[in-house]
């Protein structure tokens, strides 16, 4: 017969059939020796499992089992030894099983016990103790503070404690134990069961109390002379405790939004209010060009549809419906000025003006790119400045049409505007706040305007990615597929749009930079689409 | 990485000079084999492509003597201090490993068209379906009066990167206070054209910081040269005085050199001088001679697949090809090989081939900051390569728009070497 030493010795290695062994030896024990004496048990579940050590000899051992188990056997032996000395009942320890699986065991009460450390609102579950505030100060500082501030008022981006009452109904609400929390049971379980952070559990009660005690002194919630005790902790109403309403909006509201979904014609007209610039997800040439539609109200709406403009002068153009293709009208800077309305967001102009979101644009005709001095510009405006690129009639209108058609990556983030006599009134209205103009409407009228943008039956254009492949060869000799990027840009992953729009700008002349120009120009449409296809998908 | 018969090829190769019977390797059993010589912009690009691009149905191996190859474009920099050499190393690991190339170092010294095989020196014959060759180029004997290869270390040509251009900066770096540097240029045609013009500026500005009396005199056989005007305007502006350049009009094209008296003649005026550079007139790497495939010095070839004019199963590369309008670069060799690799595969396994399209740009650096380019695009036509569009530097560009350029060229570099090497 095994002594306990053998049986401890050859539960060992086979640490990982344990935790299944666990369930088996206190089931067996339970249906074969309810009542039996002590000694006879811890020997018979001394064979059992030794049979079973056996039997499993085989089975492959899981590390993460082993550990928990060796716990959970050696706390069992030591409380079956106990039970033993004492001559007691393990039915205690070993509750009667229905798991037909025999696996598992209920856990005991002292275990629940050892795990039910939660504190309710109305105290229960707080242990004995008390706390005052100027003992809380003393320990806060020395454990809480080094996060949480002196005063807690939080260091850096931790957590802020006190302070914020009456910030609750403000635009950006200042959250604290003392203006938000609503039951102060909460703070002393969080302390009690997290608090220091990484030395969890090395508060006694009393300190924890003290801590609390002092965070409610530092929330002005309590004078100095205050104690906190497990006596008076049900008692203490915080700030914000009838804060808190019950979400009954399933039944109030839900009726109010129930009925058939719309799923045809449910509005009358679409349009496009807002668009995704930086993702370009929305679809170039969509939405509702109010110059269009002259009964469109008089306020001029700003949106970042780019397509549409407010027009002032809604009947100006009724004549015209296609005015890219009329002849350039001389551009009239007062309109331009309410036009420049859209603009002065970001850009200032003007006496005094300085950069904002974007650099101011005075003197901005037959200027070099990029020259605003402070300014900050975008890596893509900076290169196309290094390439030369100077502000004139055409450079300005093509830019303020489409940004990215010149400036791949340009932070302007503006889809443009799309009809040439706004642009016409903008540049005439830039023109007064530029000492050297250069090719302006007034100044010399163009004959015939220029349209800049991409057709859309050439955005369309879906290109094969197999071809662009091919033609990719002439790319990668310096675009490294990779996307690497140092003194040569990356082309790749870009949104395809925003690829045909700048190699078409190159062919067209409208982008400064002999080696793309180049390159762009005996590229075909369905070339430039198949090569934008390629590299949108290279991996 | 695996231990399979690539990996034993290439280490055996490497190890075994022992190995004396001749044998033939790697009858790989299907597949279509390719074999490429030499691993420059041209032979990396050609055989990264075929393998890449045919995702294993081609068999390629890549016969390169170099295990570190060091890039002619670019040499001229460490020679004015801008690059280490070790940034213009680069190694055959990535071809090996990613694409399955079989990088056998090795010279090629022979090809016999009929068997269609390559000998190398270590004793190997390996066959190939297409062979692709991209070999460079090497001198002509003769060309320059007075040297051969034997005083390339008295008279260094530094052409192909490597020892040679270390040898060469050493030189001008000891040179005496007051010194003469000489190049003798070569005569059309030759690898990268303004690429001794290039020279000139790096070594006037290296020159110009450790030795600012140094002289520099060129010795050249043709009338005008690449980005002469861009060139010229550069030296005057940051190296006034420094460099002298001799032209056919004063004898130019009659010189003689001593290596062991280290001097220089020039239609009969004999000059001293401390360093001699020597870029004497240039051929085909031999390889494509013993191939047997050249007309004059240079290896012709049809526009459309780069295949040779004389064998329709061998294609030859970037500099050692008579091509047409292309100048021979690295960009060119790398265009060239894109284009090669497609119709290699085509032929090979049936792969779509689209119309050939080529391109090239030359960067040079002039001074710090002052870079300047050349390029265009280039179409087959039946009887070459010809040219269809094309652009330069301008003369009294802002310096905003040469940084740039030369930003643009550290880029491109970066760029042409993952295309050839990763």
Known sequence: ?539 | MKFNRRAFLGTAVATTGVLSAPMVMGAGHGRPKVVVVGGGAGGATAARYTAKDSNGEIDVTLIEPSRQYYTCFFSNLYLGGFRSIDSLGHSYGTLAANYGINVVHDWATGVDRDAKTVATAGGYTIPYDRLILSPGIDFVDGSVAGWDVSAQNAMPHAYKAGSQTELLKAQIESMPQGGVYAMVAPPNPYRCPPGPYERVSMVAHLLSEINPTAKILIADPKEEFSKQGLFEEGWNKHYAGMIDRVGPDFGGDIVEVDPSAMTVSIDGEVTKVDVCNVIPAMRAGSIAEMAGITEGNWAPVNAIDLSSKMDENIHVLGDACAQGDMPKSGFSANSQAKVCAMSVRGALTGSNVFPARFSNTCWSLINTNDGVKVGATYEATEEKIAKVDGFISQTGETTDVREATYQESIGWYDGIAADMFT
Not at chain 1, 411 to 435: N, P, T
Not at chain 1, 514 to 530: F, G, H, K, T, Y
């Open chain 1, 1 to 539: 017969m095994p002594g306990r030493d053998t049986y401890k010795n050859s539960a060992l290695p086979a640490l990982g059939v344990s935790g299944l062994l666990l369930g088996t030896v206190f089931a067996v024990s339970s249906h074969d020796h309810g009542e039996a004496d002590a000694t006879v048990l811890a020997t018979q579940i001394a064979q059992k499992e030794e049979a079973l050590i056996a039997a499993m000899d085989d089975a492959k051992t899981a590390e993460g089992l082993a550990a928990s188990a060796v716990e959970a056997r050696d706390a069992l032996e030591q409380r079956v030894a106990t039970a033993v000395a004492n001559g007691g009942d393990l039915t205690g320890l070993a509750p009667a099983s229905t798991d037909p699986f025999v696996l598992g065991r209920p856990a005991h009460v002292d275990e629940i016990a050892a795990w039910d450390v939660d504190v309710l609102p109305d105290g229960r579950g707080l242990p004995q103790g008390r706390g005052d505030v100027w003992t809380g100060e003393e320990v806060f500082v020395e454990q809480c503070a080094s996060c949480h501030g002196d005063f807690a008022e939080g260091v850096g981006n931790w957590p802020v404690l006190a302070g914020g009452l009456d910030t609750l109904a403000d635009k950006d609400p200042v959250k604290t134990v003392g203006s938000y929390w609503p039951h102060l049971s909460t703070a002393w379980d969080y302390i009690n069961r997290s608090m220091p952070f990484g030395a969890a559990g090395t508060l006694t009660a009393d300190e924890t109390y003290a801590i609390v005690a002092y965070i409610l002194y530092s929330n002005d919630l309590v004078g100095d002379d205050f104690v906190l005790s497990d006596e008076n902790f049900a008692e203490f109403e915080m700030y914000n405790a009838n804060g808190f309403v019950i979400d009954d909006r399933s039944e109030l509201e839900y009726s109010a939004w129930r009925g058939d979904p719309c799923m045809s014609n449910c509005k009358d007209m679409v349009e496009i209010t807002m668009r995704a610039t930086f993702l370009d997800v929305t679809p170039e040439g969509g939405g509702v060009s109010v110059m269009n539609h002259a009964a469109a109200s008089d306020a001029p709406v700003f949106t970042q549809d780019g397509v549409v403009l407010q027009d002032i002068d809604a009947s100006a153009d009724q004549d015209a419906p296609t005015p890219a293709l009329v002849t350039a009208p001389t551009g009239d800077a007062e309109r331009g000025a309410s036009l420049y309305e859209h603009c002065s967001g970001c850009h200032q102009i003007g006496e005094g003006a300085g950069d904002g979101i974007g650099p101011h644009l005075n003197g901005i005709f037959d200027r070099a790119a990029a020259q605003a001095e402070g300014y900050r510009y975008s890596d893509g405006l900076q290169r196309a400045a290094d390439g030369g690129l100077i502000w004139d009639y055409t450079t300005l209108d093509a830019y303020i049409e489409d940004p990215r058609a010149l400036v791949s990556q340009t932070r302007m983030s503006f889809a443009g505007v799309k009809q040439q006599r706004d642009r016409d009134d903008l540049l005439a209205y830039l023109r007064l706040f530029s000492a050297d103009p250069q090719n302006i409407p007034e100044a010399a009228p163009t004959a015939v305007s220029i349209d800049h943008s991409v057709a859309p039956e050439v955005l369309a254009i879906v290109g094969d990615p197999a071809y662009g492949e091919y033609l990719s060869g002439e790319c990668t000799s310096c675009h490294q597929a990779s996307g690497a990027a140092n003194g040569i840009p990356s082309i790749t992953l870009w949104p395809t749009e925003d690829f045909v729009i700048a190699m078409h700008a190159y062919k067209e002349g409208v982008r400064l930079h002999p080696v793309m120009q180049m390159m762009a120009e005996r590229l075909s449409d369905e070339e430039i689409a198949a090569l934008a296809a390629y590299f949108q998908q290279l991996e």
